[in-house]
């Protein structure tokens, strides 16, 4: 039984996987500050409702992109799950090349992400992940990661706005109706929705213009669900992505262990 932990800048996700499938999946938001222990008892009570414990584990992965809670996630493995976690940036054999000119700074989601797609896709891909950034990742057909774009995630841009400017409100992102807003609440979630629309299509144009060859294009993110249907410059979403990542990483290593 594996315990998978995928942790970004807003949310941390814990999934367990039996073997066979994904058993059961919760999320929590993200505290650098949070210790083993707080999450361990946090945890605790969802493996029990789902009818399991911490005994029943004998792997964990982390990936996390918060480098100070990295330490608290090692101890809950190490102290209650009684395994040694697999850290991606530390001790996982990914099994791609990395072909950026500092291959430590690629984010431990963006390598995860090319590893779940890579297995899943075949031929050169652009991965767009939106959460707290929107990151637009090109991954090779033999599954080395090329490098990509990083650009502010779409709720940041709306929390900018209602920041720095005094009479604009805070609101919900959603797509509009129309592209035309009739009222200050319309009009900003139209410019950030089709805004963001217009960065991801014409991001994907030019990196298929430098690119030179057919590229498949996968959403993935906790807000890609947003952009379903607004688009037709994104092929397929896939929210599995990452943690499918995470399995085909942890089961690299275990092989070869």
């Known amino acids: 039984m ?9 949310n941390t996700l814990f999934a367990v996987h039996d073997g066979q499938a994904w058993i059961a999946q919760w999320r929590s938001a993200t505290h650098s500050t949070r210790t083993a222990d707080e999450y361990a008892v946090w ?12 005994g029943v584990f004998n792997g964990c992965i982390i990936s996390s992109v918060v480098p100070q809670s990295i330490f608290n996630l090692r101890n809950l493995s190490r102290r209650y799950l009684k395994v040694e976690p697999l850290v ?4 996982a054999d990914l099994g791609i090349e990395v072909r950026i000119d500092k291959p430590s700074e690629a984010g431990a989601d963006r390598l995860v992400n090319a590893v ?6 075949p031929g050169d891909l652009i991965v767009i992940d939106s959460g707290t950034a ?3 990742d090109i991954i090779a057909a033999d599954g080395g990661f090329e490098g990509g ?12 706005l209602h920041q720095a400017a005094a009479k604009l409100p805070r609101v919900a992102i959603q797509k509009p109706q129309r592209i ?8 900003m979630q139209s410019g950030v929705f089709w805004g963001y629309i217009g960065l991801i299509e014409g991001l994907i144009a030019r990196i298929k213009g430098e ?15 947003l952009f379903h249907g607004a688009t037709m410059a994104i092929d397929t979403f896939d929210s599995d992505l990452t943690i499918r990542g995470l399995l085909e990483i942890w089961r690299r290593n275990t092989s070869k262990s």
Do not use: C
């Not at 594996?2 to 807003?10: D, F, H, R």
């Not at 690119?211 to 890609?224: C, L």
């Open 2 to 10: 594996l315990l998978a932990i995928e942790q970004g800048n807003t």
């Open 43 to 54: 945890l605790s009570q969802l493996l029990a409702m789902a009818g399991l414990q911490f």
């Open 88 to 91: 991606i940036g530390e001790n």
């Open 116 to 121: 779940g797609a890579h297995v899943e896709y």
């Open 134 to 136: 929107t990151t637009f």
């Open 149 to 160: 774009l990083i650009a502010p995630g779409i709720n940041l841009s709306m929390e900018a």
């Open 180 to 187: 035309i807003g009739k009222d200050t609440v319309v009009a």
């Open 211 to 225: 690119w030179e060859r057919p590229m498949t294009v996968i959403g993935t993110g906790g807000v890609a669900s």
